[in-house]
Nanobody, 119 residues
Framework: QVQLVESGGGLVQAGGSLRLACAAS????????MHWYRQAPGKQRELVAT???????DYSDSVKGRFTISRDNAKNTVYLQMNSLRPEDTAVYYC?????????????WGQGTQVTVSS
């Protein structure tokens, strides 16, 4: 089994910054692509950022230029640096990863971390 645990959420004023982290643990051979998603109240979950095992990244248009996704493969951890935060960034942020482990290749979700941006 594999667990993903997010941290780093909180309350911040508009224009501020937060850094989220997601640590994977368990029976892991390889962590392939990792993603950050977010879900605001009353809205569908949306993909925010993606990073491949090789380090290629992609972002939604709404966060491009403000957010940066990175990973530390030695620590099985993915990060999301969020700058110039806006009230519309308020959401629960979820980590998602494609992992090859003892059970083969599976997709896992973290429990989420709340980010609240005040105006």
């Amino acid at each position: 089994q594999v667990q993903l645990v997010e941290s780093g959420g909180g309350l911040v004023q508009a224009g501020g910054s937060l850094r989220l982290a997601c640590a994977a643990s368990g029976s892991i051979f390889v962590i392939n692509t990792m993603h950050w998603y977010r879900q605001a109240p009353g809205k569908q979950r949306e993909l925010v950022a993606t990073i491949t095992n090789g380090g290629s990244t992609d972002y939604s248009d709404s966060v491009k230029g403000r957010f940066t996704i990175s990973r530390d493969n030695a620590k099985n951890t993915v990060y999301l640096q969020m700058n110039s935060l806006r009230p519309e960034d308020t959401a629960v942020y979820y980590c998602n990863a494609d992992v090859t482990g003892l059970l083969g290749q599976k997709n896992y979700w973290g429990q989420g971390t709340q980010v609240t941006v005040s105006s």
